[in-house]
């Protein structure tokens, strides 16, 4: 089968020049423009977190002018959210789950070209109303109305319809998914010996399908009270702006999860190879990845605390959103027992996941403590929820994303990454972010309000170190870069099973992996209880 | 191909499945009306109209009820109640007037906005007649004595002591000008008080 795999490349290998990347149909080839979009997305929303760090490294304006600043705060967030963490976990997608689950290609390779290259056209228009009369959307990432409808720039336009051309891209990427998963599956791979990558993103596929649409239906209404005189959210005209934070949150709770599920299926993959071990309770993995999932639809109005809710109301969302502590802590008991008596090894991947599974875990401690209702009055709108929020997302979902590169680069170019180099980039990575984050936990709850550009005295040392750490964790990306490039361009030789323990069907294919693999699936039925 | 077909017929209802949840995200905004309504959540009284039914008036029982007025950003009116606190008994039809001025030398269209505090309240205050149900106008200079006719249901539960009926007064001249040949506003967004 590998040598037919082989023998097909020759006849059918990706046609030269620049126009293999815009009509390429191929999930490897999408799956790469995906990842390299994130990277540069990355790289621009990184660029504008270390302007915000610039200019709070000390009280006062020294750099840029508030309304600069909130537009970089609000470009950051909606950049990284949008343009940097789902389309990497997109892009892992396109190129793993095929070969995880044996299948030759996505099930409609059409759309996944068309699902990506709306992605560029999107960003472009959103970025470029940092170039417009008025300035970029100021409003933050959560664009609460009527800050984004009444008060909002001009621009706010462009920034509805990029919104309508990333949710139409997501998607297409999701039903693309779940197509490939339960449609193309080698015979023999039923559902409970599915890989958790493919297991994770095939609930995160069926979020993004509930979820994306009601986002478009947020700023379509926007749309409507800014230019049709509509009042969803004006109270003059009988309208209501907590309705805004019900909806936008009804979308904003599930994804957040859409940016951590597909995280925990590649942890779930990374330690048992590392740990040479096979994954502590597979089967509770799948359920309590199902089971955040449910509960990511009844707990969004603990974003809202503040709004005035009733008391059943409070109780309510602080009881469901602490229940999800159970399931996660299912999840993270189970990495920890997967690596109890292993054999461990520490290559850069896994040291990107052991980090993931210390750091996430600070992040969902300081999610309980958010949650407890009657506290969350003295949390709210503080650098506490920043600090949340980037160590659930940072260490959280971008190391996973750093973690899947590593532990796939080799199989994506057939070469190693310079390993001495990886583990530069984690170390630095790691004190990085643990210098920036983690002050912002004791400036929040002393009280320092979110998205300030100037702030008061008290607050200057811990800003000064979480500046320093910006920078540190922000520069040390460039490794990542170059170490990238370099293993693009040549290294050491993998074979196809590239780690020791690896297991899976897609350390079957030689690496590189071919252009086309699987053209004729393979038949799992004869194998026994391996997942 | 079957495969093929398959695969097709899975997307369409996964398109499906995601235009029915636009469609639901729509849904949400009566939805969410409809929820504040029934549960009262929202300090917004629905009962309006006459008093239908024959109401005891509990003469031995006295509420308190306190009158704000509030005008939103940039509304430049003269806004306030006649009195600030009454005693009502419960079962009563009370008058209270609110005074409104235009300062300025134009027409203006404004609308007050209610809210009742506290929230649970609100389901037990009838405004029999009140000038928030519709737009009031007022030539330049011109002031007005607005009415508001309520009655407090005897069965308040004994301890809710002071109702505070809260109003805030929007400048809506803009979209009345905007949009004087265009039908109202669709039904489902209007508040119904």
Redesign the interface.
């Known amino acids: 089968m590998l040598t037919q795999a082989v023998a097909h490349e020759h006849h059918h290998g990706p046609p030269p020049g620049l126009m293999r990347w815009v009509l390429t149909t191929n999930h490897k080839d999408i799956g790469t423009l995906y990842l390299v979009f994130s990277l540069v997305m990355f790289l621009t929303g990184g660029c504008m977190a270390l302007v915000i760090r610039a200019e709070l490294f000390q009280p006062g304006l020294q750099l840029v002018q508030p309304e600069f600043f909130n537009q970089m705060t609000t470009m950051h967030g909606l950049i990284m959210v949008f343009g940097a963490v789902m389309p990497a976990f997109v892009g892992l997608a396109n190129w793993m789950i095929p070969m995880m689950v044996g299948a030759p290609d996505m099930a409609l390779p059409r759309m996944n070209n068309w699902s990506f290259w709306i992605l560029p056209f999107a960003f472009a228009m959103m970025l470029a109303t940092l170039f417009m009369e008025g300035g970029a959307p100021n409003f933050g990432w959560t664009f609460y109305a009527p800050l984004s409808t009444t008060y909002a720039p001009p621009s706010v336009t462009f920034f509805i319809f990029a919104v309508h051309m990333m949710g139409i891209s997501s998607i297409m990427g999701a039903i693309n998914i779940i197509a490939t998963i339960l449609n193309l599956r080698a015979p023999g791979m039923t559902m409970m010996k599915l890989p958790l990558f493919a297991w994770t993103w095939l609930i995160t596929a069926f979020l993004l399908i509930a979820v994306m649409p009601v986002l478009a239906g947020v700023v379509t209404m926007m749309l409507m009270d800014i230019h049709f005189g509509t009042s969803f959210f004006n109270a003059a005209g009988g309208g209501d702006p907590v309705l805004f934070q019900h909806i936008f949150w009804f979308f904003g709770h599930p994804e957040v999860y859409i940016m951590i599920l597909p995280a925990f299926g590649i942890i779930s993959h990374i330690i048992p190879t590392f740990a040479r071990k096979r994954l502590f309770g597979y089967p509770s993995m799948v359920y309590a990845t199902a089971s955040i999932a449910f509960l990511s639809f009844i707990v969004w109005a603990h974003h809202m605390f503040t709004v005035g809710m009733p008391l059943a109301g409070e109780l309510f969302f602080m009881f469901s959103t602490m229940l999800i502590a159970v399931p996660t802590g299912v999840k993270v008991f189970n990495w920890v027992a997967t690596m109890y008596r292993g054999s461990m090894t520490f290559e850069t991947p896994m040291l990107f996941a052991l980090a993931f599974v210390v750091l996430f875990t600070i992040g969902g401690f300081s999610g309980l403590m958010l949650a407890i209702a009657p506290v969350d009055f003295q949390y709210h709108d503080t650098y506490f929820v920043v600090a949340h929020f980037h160590y659930v997302l940072v260490p959280g979902a971008i190391f996973s994303i750093m973690a899947a590169t590593y532990y796939w680069l080799p199989k994506w170019t057939g070469n190693y990454y310079n390993e001495y180099l990886g583990k530069w980039h984690f170390w630095l990575s790691f004190v990085g972010v643990n210098i920036t984050f983690f002050p912002m936990h004791f400036i929040g709850l002393a009280g320092m309000p979110r998205r300030i550009p100037d702030y008061a005295l008290q607050f200057a040392d811990f800003n000064m170190v979480a500046s320093i750490g910006a920078f540190l964790f922000g520069l040390s990306q460039l490794l990542f870069v170059y170490n990238i490039i370099q293993c693009v361009r040549g290294g050491y030789g993998a074979d196809s099973r590239v780690w020791e323990g690896a297991e899976g069907l897609e350390w079957t294919l030689p690496s590189p992996a071919p252009y086309h693999s699987f053209t004729t699936p393979p038949d799992l039925r004869e194998q026994g209880g391996e997942h | 191909m079957s495969?093929t077909t398959?695969?097709?017929r899975?997307?369409l209802r996964?398109?499906l499945?995601?235009?029915?949840?636009?469609?639901?995200?729509?849904l949400?905004?009566p939805l969410?009306d409809v929820f504040c309504r029934v549960?009262g959540?929202?300090g917004k009284v629905t009962r309006t109209g006459a008093v239908t039914e024959a109401v005891q008036v509990d003469a031995a029982r006295q509420v308190r009820v306190q009158l704000i007025a509030v005008n939103?950003e940039g509304m430049p009116w003269g806004f306030r109640p006649e009195q600030h606190q009454l005693s009502v008994h419960p079962g009563e039809q009370t008058l209270i007037h609110y005074v409104a001025h235009n300062p300025t030398a134009v027409e203006m269209v404004a609308?007050a906005?209610p809210s009742v505090a506290p929230?649970?309240a609100a389901s037990y205050v009838q405004k029999v007649n009140c000038f928030c149900f519709e737009a009031q106008t007022l030539a330049g200079s011109a002031s007005q004595r607005m009415p508001l006719v309520l009655m407090i249901d005897p069965q308040l539960p004994a301890h809710i002591e002071t109702i505070t009926l809260s109003y805030?007064l929007?400048?809506?001249t803009a979209?009345q000008v905007?949009?004087q040949s265009?039908p109202q506003?669709?039904s489902a967004?209007?508040?119904s008080l």
Do not use: K
Not at chain 2, 17 to 26: D, S
């Open positions: 495969a398959a695969n097709r899975l997307a996964l398109a499945a995601a235009v029915l949840m636009f469609g639901f995200g729509f949400l905004s969410y549960t959540i929202n939103n609308r906005v929230a649970e805030t929007f400048d809506i979209d905007g949009h265009a506003q669709p967004r209007r508040v």
